[in-house]
């Protein structure tokens, strides 16, 4: 399983717990932001200048806030979704080399400063992880174009996480086995929220 099914397999578990769950990927999930995405990911765009697909994702972020987030959080409900703030500091700060300091800071105004309660980084050993871009099937969207350097950096950058974030962020081995990869998940995440426990 890739992170979007173990996270919908998550929000299945949450909500027999009878909590309304809301399951949203970045970029994405509001009409503007999908059009947003298609922007970001289309290999036609490979002259995008590093500070213009920064201000894209942020304002694809700004407006999945403003329309979904917001409004979700507001009602009580349980908000997982697959990318946020920290994929733009190991993307566009990391890979691209941007500002992280000036990142960050578009990262607060996009979100209105809401950060994540719980993140779940699921890590690959290296050489896993490059076989798995290697062996990547279709067509290559512009960011999985972007050249092994490049992905290295952004890789790097994740390993660096729980450090940096050891206050909100557990980190799962997700080599091994699926059923282990999403027992290791929900166990964190209860650890975290009991609430969430299943009766």
Known sequence: MGKSTHARHLAEIIEASGRAV?????????RIGEKLREVLLDPKNAEMAPACELLIYEAARAQLMHEVLAPAL????VVICDRFTDSTVAYQGAGRGLDLD???????????GLEPDLTILLSLPDSQEKTRRIGQ?????RMERAG?????RVSRSF?????????????????????????AILEAVITRFPELAVA
């Open 22 to 30: 809301l399951c949203v990927r970045e970029p994405g999930n509001t």
């Open 74 to 77: 507001a009602a009580g409900a």
């Open 102 to 112: 000036e990142v960050c800071a578009l990262n607060r105004f996009a979100t209105d």
């Open 137 to 141: 099937r279709g067509e290559l969207d």
């Open 148 to 152: 092994e350097q490049f992905h290295d």
């Open 159 to 183: 390993a660096e996480l729980p450090e940096r974030s050891s206050h909100r962020v557990v980190e799962i081995l997700a080599a091994q086995d699926e059923d282990q990869t999403a027992r």
